[in-house]
């Protein structure tokens, strides 16, 4: 089994900046790929950023050249830089860890943007 602790969010206002972190514990072995997904009320869940085992990393059309994900592999730790936050990044963020074909969620983290 594999544990994702998230920390991180708040409260920021217009064009603020936070910075979510989730670290993995328990049974790794081979981790897939390492990334966040976010979920705002009333919406369907929707992937953020993700990093791939080969270094690659991906993110979704509305939060590229804002958000930059890093991992600190040594730690199992996968990291969400955001910068010049909306008000419709408003959402819980979820990690989200995949090793071989199994997938595992933290709890989530609410990241509130509002003046």
């Known amino acids: 089994q594999v544990q994702l602790m998230e920390s991180g969010g708040g409260l920021v206002q217009p064009g603020g900046s936070l910075r979510l972190s989730c670290a993995a514990s328990?049974?790794?072995?081979?981790?897939?790929?390492m990334g966040w997904f976010r979920q705002a009320p009333g919406k369907e869940r929707e992937l953020v950023a993700s990093s791939l085992s080969y270094g690659g990393t991906n993110y979704a059309d509305s939060v590229k050249g804002r958000f930059t994900i890093s991992r600190d592999s040594a730690k199992n730790t996968v990291y969400l830089q955001m910068n010049s936050l909306k008000p419709e990044d408003t959402a819980v963020y979820y990690c989200n860890l995949q090793q071989n074909v199994e997938h595992y969620w933290g709890q989530g983290t609410q990241v509130t943007v509002s003046s």
């Open positions: 328990g049974t790794i072995f081979s981790i897939n790929y």
